[in-house]
């Protein structure tokens, strides 16, 4: 088919890769948030059990129709069923609404790191910095400005090999910093009880809420139905291990969250004296919380945040640049434009698109949509609503017309098939069920008519 397409380097370099665009901010600032709000354990509990069934079984499809035909998104729809091409043209909108409210928080991100850099860091140990920070016209606007031109910039010069090389460098660091954040935290007086509420599941704070917020972050964190992981099978060598390879992404991309979870919950517990309304902070949850974790930690702490955020900053960069390379490549392939000249064009629509997410905390913090502001809207959109419907055709379109057997062919190409049975049943009956009994309920909540 495609004969100049350049495959990973190794069986890890796929994994790597993938893993490089599903951890992000998707895992360090959202997961902790979610969790925090919507149950604690039993959110945990839910997410958990999503990533080993849907997870598995929407991340093994996506993977294995891309290595079965060597083409991204688009093309790969179209190629196995002619009625599924919308499918592909569905699919692909998904990260142009992300990349640009990504972009925004990756700018907060940056000025965070900043301040750290600078010595400032104590500032941002008071509530109403962050609050204060967002709601100005023009700052953030300079940070989003920067953190997309960065991502534009490695987009821009294509240096993939450099990204790798970095990847396995910073990413253990960032674990490992992650850990070691996470044991300050937990062994602050008062964590306990923040502890207690992120690993113990409280059955009476379950929800269809939590489903749906779970369902949506599974999506966002595994970089799941917006075409990523089709691209990235299809660069993915024939003898690689699909099975094997998922099971690695997922557990570091869980293992990642999960870790996140642990240095921001209990923070909050210690830190606002046992307020349960400070776990409802939402996106601000990070940007309030761990600079008060750092700053208990005295100077030392400034150290460790500037070094967090940079890692973050990292993390967030390795994303964003996933993101902008699926959308310059689905205008490349639609247009045959060329890479540079696309680049500037999505850089340049991308910065229009994010300016009202980034001037939704001040100048447009009257004008909402469904109740949402513009960020919130971006990422209700895309998070609970198209995400879900691309999950249900493509779980369809795998169960139904080119049948699982066509996976699991691919599958066996390279090694053996474990969880076939699971992953029949997930993606013919279970996933398609779930995902519309959840998807009604979030948009009924989202117009009113009830409330979840
Ligand atoms: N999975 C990323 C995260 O958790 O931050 C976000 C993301 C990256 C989504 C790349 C989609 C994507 F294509």
């Given at each position: 088919m495609n004969q100049t397409r350049n495959s990973f380097s190794g069986k890890i370099g796929f994994v790597l890769a993938a893993a490089g665009s599903a951890v992000g901010l998707g895992n360090i600032w959202r997961f902790p948030y979610l969790a925090a709000k919507y149950g604690g354990g039993i959110f945990l509990l839910v997410y958990l059990i999503l990533v080993v069934t849907f997870g598995f079984a929407l991340m093994l499809a996506e993977v294995a129709i891309g290595r079965k035909t060597n083409l991204s998104v688009i093309g790969a729809f179209k190629v196995l069923d002619k009625?599924?091409?919308?499918?592909?043209?569905?699919?692909?909108?998904?990260?142009?609404?992300?990349?640009?409210?990504?972009?925004?928080?990756?700018?907060?991100?940056?000025?965070?790191?900043?301040?750290?850099?600078?010595?400032?860091?104590?500032?941002?140990?008071?509530?109403?910095?962050?609050?204060?920070?967002?709601?100005?016209?023009?700052?953030?606007?300079?940070?989003?400005?920067?953190?997309?031109?960065?991502?534009?910039?490695?987009?821009?010069?294509?240096?993939?090999?450099?990204?790798?090389?970095?990847?396995?460098?910073?990413?253990?660091?960032?674990?490992?910093?992650?850990?070691?954040?996470?044991?300050?935290?937990?062994?602050?007086?008062?964590?306990?009880?923040?502890?207690?509420?992120?690993?113990?599941?409280?059955?009476?704070?379950?929800?269809?809420?939590?489903?749906?917020?779970a369902m949506g972050q599974m999506f966002y964190s595994m970089s799941l139905a917006m075409g990523i992981m089709v691209t990235y099978g299809s660069y993915m060598r024939k003898d690689g291990d699909l099975e094997q390879s998922v099971k690695q992404i997922e557990l570091f991309d869980t293992g990642m969250a999960f870790i996140a979870g642990?240095?921001?919950?209990?923070?909050?517990?210690?830190?606002?004296?046992?307020?349960?309304?400070?776990?409802?902070?939402?996106?601000?949850?990070?940007?309030?919380?761990?600079?008060?974790?750092?700053?208990?930690?005295?100077?030392?702490?400034?150290?460790?945040?500037?070094?967090?955020?940079?890692?973050?900053?990292?993390?967030?960069?390795?994303?964003?640049?996933?993101?902008?390379?699926?959308?310059?490549?689905?205008?490349?392939?639609?247009?045959?434009?060329?890479?540079?000249?696309?680049?500037?064009?999505?850089?340049?629509?991308?910065?229009?698109?994010?300016?009202?997410?980034?001037?939704?905390?001040?100048?447009?913090?009257?004008?909402?949509?469904?109740?949402?502001?513009?960020?919130?809207?971006?990422?209700?959109?895309s998070n609970n609503v198209i995400m879900p419907i691309v999950a249900f055709i493509t779980c369809i379109f795998v169960g139904f017309v080119i049948k699982p057997k066509a996976v699991a062919d691919e599958v066996l190409i390279s090694s053996q098939f474990k969880r076939q049975r699971l992953f029949t049943v997930v993606i013919k009956y279970i996933a398609p069920i779930c995902i519309v009994l959840i998807l009604i309920s979030s948009i009924l909540d989202a117009m009113h008519v009830i409330t979840i």
């Open positions: 009625r599924f091409s919308f499918l592909g043209y569905l699919t692909s909108i998904v990260p142009m609404i992300i990349l640009p409210y990504y972009c925004v928080i990756g700018g907060w991100v940056t000025k965070y790191l900043v301040i750290y850099v600078t010595g400032e860091g104590a500032q941002a140990v008071q509530n109403s910095f962050f609050n204060n920070f967002i709601a100005q016209p023009v700052e953030p606007l300079v940070w989003l400005c920067i953190f997309i031109g960065m991502t534009a910039l490695i987009v821009f010069f294509g240096v993939e090999n450099g990204i790798e090389k970095a990847s396995k460098f910073m990413m253990p660091v960032l674990v490992i910093l992650s850990i070691c954040v996470s044991i300050y935290s937990i062994t602050r007086p008062g964590a306990l009880e923040g502890v207690k509420y992120y690993l113990i599941p409280d059955f009476s704070r379950f929800s269809p809420m939590t489903v749906l917020s642990l240095m921001i919950i209990p923070a909050v517990f210690a830190f606002s004296g046992g307020d349960e309304t400070a776990l409802n902070a939402g996106k601000s949850l990070m940007f309030i919380t761990l600079p008060k974790v750092f700053a208990d930690a005295g100077t030392l702490g400034y150290i460790i945040g500037a070094v967090f955020f940079l890692l973050v900053l990292f993390a967030a960069l390795t994303s964003s640049v996933s993101l902008m390379e699926t959308v310059v490549s689905i205008f490349r392939d639609k247009f045959k434009w060329g890479r540079k000249s696309t680049c500037l064009l999505v850089l340049a629509g991308c910065l229009l698109i994010a300016l009202p997410s980034s001037l939704g905390y001040g100048v447009f913090d009257n004008v909402l949509i469904l109740g949402k502001n513009f960020l919130d809207f971006f990422d209700f959109i």
